[in-house]
C-alpha cells in the first residue's frame, strides 16, 4: 500500500485534476497506512507534504485535509475494533501504543543503538544493494540539469524523512524501506539518461554495460539472500518444534520463551488459541528470572543461555541459526551441511548435489559456506526433581 500510495508523489506530466486526484490518493493511503500498519510512515508522509506546500504543489484545504481526515477515520475505524477484538483490550489503537513505548518513552533504545549516520551510511546501500544504482545512477538524476529537478523532487523528502527517524537512537533497515520506491525511481531516472545514450560515446556504452550485469547480480545476490534470511528465524523453528513435541497433549502446557526467541520468529500469529491448552510466557524481567518458583510451572522453555533457566531441565533439541559466511580454500572441508536448516529443507538434496557439483566442475574448490551455529535450546522440565540449581549448557 505504501509503495502505491509514493507512486502519486512521482514528478509524472499530468493534467493539474489528474495531479490533485492522484495526491489525495496518496495521501489517503499513506495515512491508512500510518495508522494501521506503521506509524513512522506518518513522518514520511508528513515530509512529502511539507514539501509540497512549500513548492505550491498541494493545497491544503482542497487536498490534504480532506484525504488526511478520510484516512484518518478509515484507518481507525479499521484498526480499532479490530485490534480490540483480537487482543481483548478496549479500546486499542496498537501503532498509537508502539509510537508511544518506543518513540516518547524511547525504550525502543533497550534493543541497541546504532549512530545517526548509520541509515544514510549503512543501511540505505545495503538496501538499494546495486552499487552502480547506488554511487552512479542515483548522483547522475541530482547532478544533470535536465533530470535534476524530478530527481531532487524525490530525494528531499526522502532524505528529511531519513534525517528525522535518524534521531532516535534504535535504528532497523526495516524502518526505512519505505524509502525504496523513491530511491529506485531516481535510479531509474540517472539510468534511464545513461541507456538513451549509449551508442553516444563509449563512456556511456560501458556505463550501460556495467548497469547491466550489475543488475543481473543484484539479482542472483538478492535471490542467494531469500534462502540465507530462512535461516534467520530459530527462534519460530523452536517453537514449531515444541508445538509438535506437545502434539495432543490432555493437560496445560506451560511455554517460556526468551528474548532472543521473541527475535526470531516468535510472534503471536504463532501461539495456539487457548482452547489448544498451551500457555505462552514472555517475561524478561531479570529479577523474576533469577527467582527459582517462578520456574516450577513452566514444562518448556526455549532459550538462547540454557544455563540461566533455573531448575532441573533436560535439553531435548536445538535450532541452529545463521552465524556469517566463510570462504572454502579448495580442499577444505565443509563445518556442516546447513542446506537443511530452516527454509529450505524441502531442497535439501538438490541443493546439496548443486553446491557439489559447481566447487568440482565450476569454481574448482573453491566455495562460499554459510555458517550456523546454536541459537536456541528446546528445554523440558524433568519434574520430581526439584528445582534447585540450573541447566547445564
Same mark, same amino acid.
Not at 209 to 212: F, H, K, N, R
Not at 238 to 245: F, G, I, S, T, W
Not at 316 to 326: E, N, R, S
Given at each position: 500500500m505504501g509503495?502505491?500510495a509514493?507512486r502519486?508523489?512521482?514528478?509524472?506530466?499530468a493534467a493539474?485534476? /489528474?495531479?490533485?486526484?492522484r495526491?489525495?490518493?496518496? *495521501?489517503?493511503?499513506l495515512? *491508512?497506512?500510518a495508522?494501521?500498519?506503521? /506509524?513512522?510512515?506518518?513522518i514520511?508522509l508528513?515530509?512529502q507534504?511539507?514539501y509540497g506546500?512549500?513548492?505550491?504543489?498541494?493545497?491544503l484545504?482542497?487536498?490534504?485535509?480532506p484525504?488526511g481526515?478520510a484516512g484518518?477515520?478509515a484507518g481507525l475505524?479499521?484498526?480499532?475494533?479490530?485490534d480490540s477484538?483480537?487482543?481483548?483490550k478496549?479500546p486499542?489503537?496498537?501503532?498509537?501504543a508502539g509510537?508511544y513505548?518506543n518513540?516518547?518513552?524511547g525504550k525502543s533504545? #533497550?534493543?541497541?543503538?546504532?549512530?545517526?549516520?548509520?541509515y544514510f551510511?549503512?543501511?540505505l546501500?545495503?538496501l538499494?544493494?546495486n552499487p552502480?544504482?547506488?554511487q552512479?545512477?542515483?548522483?547522475l538524476?541530482v547532478?544533470?540539469?535536465?533530470t535534476?529537478k524530478a530527481?531532487l523532487?524525490?530525494?528531499?523528502?526522502?532524505s528529511?524523512?531519513?534525517?528525522v527517524?535518524s534521531?532516535?537512537?534504535?535504528k532497523?533497515?526495516?524502518?526505512v524501506?519505505y524509502?525504496?520506491p523513491?530511491?529506485?525511481?531516481?535510479?531509474?531516472?540517472?539510468?534511464?539518461?545513461?541507456?538513451?545514450?549509449r551508442?553516444?560515446?563509449?563512456v556511456?556504452?560501458?556505463?550501460s554495460?556495467?548497469?547491466?550485469a550489475?543488475?543481473?547480480?543484484?539479482?542472483g =545476490?538478492?535471490?542467494?539472500?531469500?534462502g540465507?534470511s530462512?535461516l534467520?528465524y530459530?527462534g519460530a523453528l523452536?517453537?514449531?518444534?515444541?508445538?509438535?513435541?506437545t502434539l495432543? /497433549?490432555?493437560?496445560?502446557v506451560?511455554i517460556h520463551? #526468551?528474548?532472543m526467541?521473541?527475535?526470531?520468529?516468535?510472534?503471536?500469529f504463532?501461539?495456539?488459541?487457548?482452547?489448544?491448552?498451551?500457555?505462552?510466557?514472555?517475561?524478561?524481567?531479570?529479577q523474576?528470572l533469577?527467582?527459582p518458583?517462578?520456574?516450577e510451572?513452566f514444562?518448556?522453555a526455549l532459550a538462547e543461555?540454557?544455563?540461566?533457566?533455573?531448575?532441573?531441565?533436560?535439553v =531435548?533439541?536445538?535450532? #541452529?541459526?545463521?552465524?556469517?559466511?566463510?570462504l572454502?580454500?579448495?580442499?577444505?572441508?565443509r563445518?556442516?551441511?546447513?542446506?537443511?536448516?530452516?527454509?529450505?529443507s524441502n531442497?535439501? /538434496?538438490?541443493?546439496?548435489?548443486?553446491?557439489?557439483?559447481?566447487?568440482?566442475?565450476?569454481?574448482?574448490?573453491?566455495?562460499?559456506?554459510?555458517?550456523?551455529?546454536?541459537k536456541?535450546?528446546?528445554?523440558?522440565k524433568?519434574?520430581?526433581?526439584?528445582?534447585?540449581? =540450573?541447566?547445564?549448557g
Open positions: 509503495t502505491v509514493m502519486g508523489f512521482l514528478p509524472i506530466p493539474p485534476p /489528474s495531479i490533485s486526484s495526491h489525495k490518493l496518496s *495521501i489517503y493511503l495515512t *491508512i497506512t495508522i494501521v500498519f506503521r /506509524s513512522e510512515i506518518a514520511l508528513a515530509a507534504v511539507g506546500l512549500l513548492r505550491g504543489r498541494l493545497s484545504t482542497r487536498v490534504v485535509v484525504a481526515i484518518v477515520i475505524l479499521v484498526t480499532v475494533p479490530v477484538f483480537f487482543w481483548q478496549i486499542l489503537w496498537p501503532e498509537l509510537f513505548f518513540t516518547i518513552e533504545s #533497550d534493543w541497541g543503538t546504532s549512530p545517526w549516520w548509520t551510511g549503512n543501511a546501500p545495503r538499494l544493494m552502480v544504482a547506488a552512479v545512477c542515483i548522483p538524476a547532478a544533470l540539469k535536465p535534476r530527481g523532487d524525490i530525494l528531499i523528502p526522502i528529511i524523512f531519513v534525517g527517524y534521531i532516535l537512537p534504535h532497523e533497515w526495516r524502518f524501506i524509502t525504496l523513491g530511491l529506485t525511481a531516481m535510479a531509474a531516472i540517472g539510468a534511464n539518461w545513461v541507456w538513451t545514450r551508442t553516444k560515446s563509449i556511456y556504452r560501458f556505463l554495460l556495467t548497469l547491466v550489475s543488475t543481473l547480480a543484484s539479482f =545476490v538478492s535471490l542467494a539472500m531469500l540465507i530462512s534467520n530459530p523452536a517453537l514449531d518444534k515444541v508445538h509438535r513435541l495432543g /497433549s490432555r493437560e496445560i506451560n520463551l #526468551d528474548v526467541t521473541c527475535m526470531t520468529g516468535v510472534t503471536r504463532m501461539q495456539m488459541p487457548p482452547q489448544s491448552l498451551l500457555r505462552y510466557d514472555k517475561t524478561d524481567d531479570e523474576k533469577l527467582y518458583p517462578f520456574w510451572k514444562d518448556y543461555r540454557p544455563e540461566k533457566v533455573i531448575g532441573n531441565w533436560e =531435548v533439541d536445538q535450532v #541452529d541459526g545463521f552465524a556469517g559466511l566463510h572454502l580454500h579448495p580442499g577444505e572441508s563445518s556442516r551441511d546447513v542446506e537443511g536448516k530452516g527454509g529450505m531442497f535439501a /538434496s538438490l541443493l546439496t548435489s548443486l553446491r557439489d557439483f559447481l566447487r568440482s566442475k565450476i569454481t574448482r574448490g573453491w566455495w562460499i559456506e554459510i555458517k550456523m551455529e546454536p536456541i535450546r528446546i528445554l523440558k524433568q519434574r520430581g526433581s526439584g528445582f534447585d540449581g =540450573v541447566v547445564g
